[in-house]
C-alpha cells in the first residue's frame, strides 16, 4: 500500500519545483542540459520540477549545480 502525502507537503513540493524550475529558466538552459550537466535522469529534473518527490542527493545537486545554498531553497516555503 502506498503512503500518501500530506497536503502541506504536497505543496511544499510545489513551490520547490517552482523555485527550481525559476532558476534553470533564469540561466536560460533546459531541463535535458541540466540532466547531462549533473548527471541526474531528465525525468528527476522535470518531477523536482513539477512538484513531485525528489531526493536529497537530487535537491543537494541541483544546489550545487546553480549555486544556491541550500537553505536559500527553503527561505519562502512555508
Known sequence: MKKSIPEKHIKRLSELGCYLR??????????KEVSHDV??????ISNAENGYNITLV??????????????QIFIDIE
Do not use: G, K
Open 58 to 71: 537530487a535537491l543537494f545537486t541541483l544546489c550545487d549545480y546553480y549555486n544556491v545554498p541550500i537553505d
Open 22 to 31: 525559476e532558476l534553470r529558466m533564469s540561466e536560460n538552459i533546459t531541463q
Open 39 to 44: 548527471a541526474l535522469h531528465h525525468n528527476s
